[in-house]
């Protein structure tokens, strides 16, 4: 089993850039496939980036596509989200998940979940 724990959430103002980190702990994080997901309240959790386990293939909401860049450094299990050009919408809690599927997109296709990091971007 893996424990993830999101950091680097934070106040920023529309056209910022933050980075988000994942730090996993626990048996063969290379192994995993990673996503970010986030959620707003009284919403669906809602499927961002995911990253294949060796780094090489990534998939983007067309929501962020062009903005933001999934990343990961399997030498130091960690997850990476750079979030540019953000946008009041935006604003949401944003999860970290594992899977051990493919590039999943689907809440229901990750296992192990963090507990997720604040982001919130004012106009």
């Known amino acids: 089993q893996v424990q993830l724990v999101e950091s680097g959430g934070g106040l920023v103002q529309a056209g910022d850039s933050l980075r988000v980190s994942c730090a996993a702990s626990g048996p063969s994080f290379s192994s995993y496939r990673m996503g970010w997901f986030r959620q707003v309240p009284g919403k669906e959790r809602e499927f961002v980036a995911a990253i294949s386990w060796s780094g090489g293939m990534t998939n983007y909401a067309d929501s962020v596509l062009g903005r933001f860049t999934i990343s990961r450094d399997n030498t130091k299990n960690t997850l990476y989200l750079q979030m540019n050009i953000l946008k009041p919408e935006d604003t949401a809690v944003y999860y970290c998940?594992?899977?051990?599927?493919?590039?999943?997109?689907?809440?229901?296709?990750?296992?192990?979940w963090g507990r997720g990091t604040q982001v919130t971007v004012s106009s």
């Open positions: 998940a594992a899977s051990f599927g493919g590039l999943a997109t689907k809440a229901g296709d990750y296992v192990y």
